[in-house]
């Protein structure tokens, strides 16, 4: 009988064909992964996982008790209760080093989007409202010469700030748990406190993983530092920002909008308020979505996944 693998909200299900051989492959999309009976079985027997921010927490580990390891098919991996995991014996892996520069791309784009109201001229124009000159209500703000503050200066906050120096001019302030030397030779980025950089900013551009430290990293007291022309772009995860306060500083007009890419719930529900602004850009978590990156990233994860199960130790191993 072959191993059981299983793949969860995997889309490049291509890539797993060269474990077909050695391995029997269950794949689930968009099934509730607590409460599918189907997934529940398939646990029973799964050595291995792949997929994309599959939540493993005990109660998975628990209905998983041949599980070696989980591959997720992403960078951040604050899915996996990595502490529990290890304790089990289980590993974890993520995908670094192939989708810097397109998340980069991706959330520069927004910056870009929001600052030049794009979606909303584009509206402008698609709705029929474009009838003569344009006037100071379509007009928009520069992004090159501002300054642009980065909190979480790891590679994709790095490769944000090569876009930010070398294209546009900019000034760049950073925030990091630790001084980001290569960043500041080459992009001329400043290390700076918080708030300093709250303060500062044109853009603020929060890049830092999802921890327990950085959990609603950005709230209430953090908006109010803000200058009332700030754009707000977050790149990193949902929880990282106090949504409820980002709406709040929305309403009061104490920051001048917003570019996100991720959301304390995905998908968004469609009465989240967030929706409602003119003046907030809203993507579907695209980071790292392209044909190119997800399918390195798709390869890169199935060779965590065999390495794990063929007893050698995968290149990007997250267990301490
Ligand atoms: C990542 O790789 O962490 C991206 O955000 C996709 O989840």
Not at 13 to 38: H, R, Y
Not at 50 to 76: D, F, H, M, Y
Not at 221 to 248: D, P, Q
Request: contains cysteine; charged residues 25%; hydrophobic residues 40%.
């Amino acid at each position: 009988m072959k191993r059981k693998i299983i793949a969860y909200n995997f889309e490049l299900t291509e890539t797993l064909e060269k474990l077909k051989n050695q391995f029997e492959v269950e794949i689930f999309d968009s099934i509730n992964p607590s409460t599918d009976p189907a997934f529940i079985e398939a646990l029973k027997d799964a050595e291995g996982i792949v997929g994309l921010a599959l939540p493993v927490n005990q109660e998975l580990l628990e209905r998983a008790p041949k599980l070696k390891i989980v591959s997720n098919n992403s960078t951040g991996y604050n899915n996996l209760l990595i502490n529990e995991m290890t304790k089990r014996g289980v590993m974890g892996t993520n995908t670094p080093g192939v989708l810097e520069d397109t998340t980069a791309d991706a959330i520069f784009g927004i910056l870009l989007a929001s600052a030049r109201r794009i979606t909303e001229l584009d509206y402008f124009v698609k709705s029929g409202n474009w009838k003569g000159h344009l006037t100071t209500a379509e007009y928009a703000i520069d992004v090159h010469h501002k300054t642009l503050g980065i909190i979480g200066m790891g590679k994709i906050g790095s490769a944000i700030a090569k876009r930010a120096h070398l294209g546009f001019d900019m000034n760049i302030l950073y925030h990091n748990r630790n001084r980001n030397l290569e960043a500041e030779g080459k992009y001329n980025a400043a290390y700076s406190d918080l708030d300093t950089l709250l303060k500062e900013s044109d853009f603020v551009c929060l890049m830092t993983p999802l921890t327990q430290e950085t959990e609603n990293f950005i709230g209430k007291r953090e908006f109010e530092l803000m200058k009332k022309s700030a754009i707000f772009v977050n790149g990193s995860r949902g929880k990282t920002v106090n949504e409820a306060a980002l709406i709040e500083a929305l309403k009061n007009k104490e920051i001048q909008g917003a570019a996100l890419d991720v959301y304390q719930i995905e998908p968004i529900k469609m009465d989240n308020p967030l929706l409602q602004f003119p003046n907030v850009v809203t993507t579907p978590h695209i980071g790292s979505s392209t044909y190119e990156t997800e399918r390195k990233m798709a390869e890169l994860a199935v060779e965590n996944l065999l390495a794990g199960l063929t007893g050698k130790r995968p290149n990007n191993l997250i267990n301490p």
